[in-house]
C-alpha cells in the first residue's frame, strides 16, 4: 500500500506542483486548499504525513496544527510545516503549535521528498528501526520504543515521536556533550545549515516532562558552543532524588 499524504495549501500553483512531484515518487496524495477543508480531510483518510502551509485561508496552519494535535484521531500524524516565513520565532511558534519539521518556501521538491521520507521513518505507521527495538535503559531512565515511551523514576512519560529520538540519541551517549550536527543527523534525519532552534524547541519540551525545575534543568544539560548533555545520577543519588521528582510531578498535575 503507498504512503498516504495530505497537502493543505492553498496556492494552486504549489499544490499542483507538489502534489504532482508526490505522486511521482510513489505516494498517495489528498489536497485541500483551507484549513477547514484540511482539518476535515485529516480525519476522513487519517493520512501518514500531513504537509501544511502556515498561511492559509478560514483557519491558519497554527491553530489547525493545535486542532490536528488535540483530536485522538490525528494527534499522532506527523506533520511538516510549509511555509515562507522563514523567521526563528516562527519557527518557533511552529513547533511549540505540534509540528515535526518545518521548511521555508521556497524549497527543493528533493528536500522536501527527503523531509517526508525522514517523517515515515520515525512515525509508528512506519516499522522502528533496528536501532530503537531494545529497551534501552540507564539509572532512573528507561526508553520503551513500542509505547514511543519513557519510565522516569518509576513513572511512564508519554513522548512524542521526535522527543523519544531525541531522548534516545541522548541516552546512548549519557554523560557525553552531543552536538547539535549530530542530533540533527540521527533525530531528523538530515543536515540543514541553521536549524539549531529546531533543537532548542524539543530540549525545552523534553525538560518541561522531565526536569523538576526546567528553568534549572539538571538532567538536561546545555553545554553552551558545544551541543547537549543528559547526565543522569547513579544508583546511589537515584534515592535521594525521587522526593524533588515526585513533588514536581504533583505540583504539575495539580
Known amino acids: 500500500m503507498k504512503p498516504c499524504i495530505l497537502l493543505i495549501e492553498d ?59 488535540r483530536d485522538e484521531r490525528t494527534g499522532r500524524i506527523p506533520i511538516l510545516m510549509l511555509t515562507a516565513l522563514g523567521d526563528t520565532k516562527d519557527k518557533v511558534s511552529g513547533f511549540n503549535s505540534g509540528a515535526d519539521d518545518y521548511l521555508t518556501k521556497p524549497f527543493d521538491l528533493e528536500e522536501l521528498m527527503a523531509r517526508v521520507k525522514a517523517l515515515l521513518r520515525r512515525s509508528d505507521r512506519a516499522p522502528i528501526s533496528t536501532k530503537h ?11 520503551v520504543p513500542e509505547r514511543f515511551e519513557a519510565i522516569w523514576f518509576d513513572h511512564p512519560v508519554r513522548l512524542t515521536h521526535l522527543e523519544f529520538e531525541l531522548l534516545h540519541c541522548l541516552l546512548q551517549r549519557h554523560g557525553q556533550t552531543v552536538s547539535p550536527s549530530l542530533i ?71
Open 184 to 254: 540533527l543527523k540521527e533525530v531528523w534525519g538530515y543536515e540543514p545549515d541553521d536549524d539549531i532552534e529546531t533543537i532548542r524547541v524539543h530540549v525545552r519540551h523534553l525538560r518541561t516532562k522531565l526536569e523538576p525545575d526546567p528553568r534549572k534543568p539538571r538532567f538536561i544539560k546545555t553545554v553552551y558552543g558545544a551541543g547537549y548533555c543528559l547526565e543522569l545520577p547513579s544508583a546511589e543519588q537515584v534515592a535521594d532524588l525521587i522526593p524533588l521528582v515526585r513533588e514536581a510531578r504533583e505540583a504539575q498535575a495539580s
Open 133 to 143: 527495538n531494545e529497551i534501552l535503559s540507564y539509572g532512573p531512565l528507561t526508553l
Open 11 to 69: 496556492d494552486s500553483d504549489m499544490r499542483e506542483l507538489v502534489a504532482n512531484h508526490l505522486r511521482h515518487g510513489g505516494f498517495d496524495v489528498h489536497v485541500a486548499d483551507d484549513g477547514i477543508k484540511g482539518q476535515a480531510l485529516a480525519i476522513q483518510v487519517v493520512p501518514d504525513v500531513i504537509l501544511l502551509d502556515l498561511m492559509l485561508p478560514k483557519v491558519d496552519g497554527l491553530t489547525l496544527c493545535q486542532r490536528l494535535r
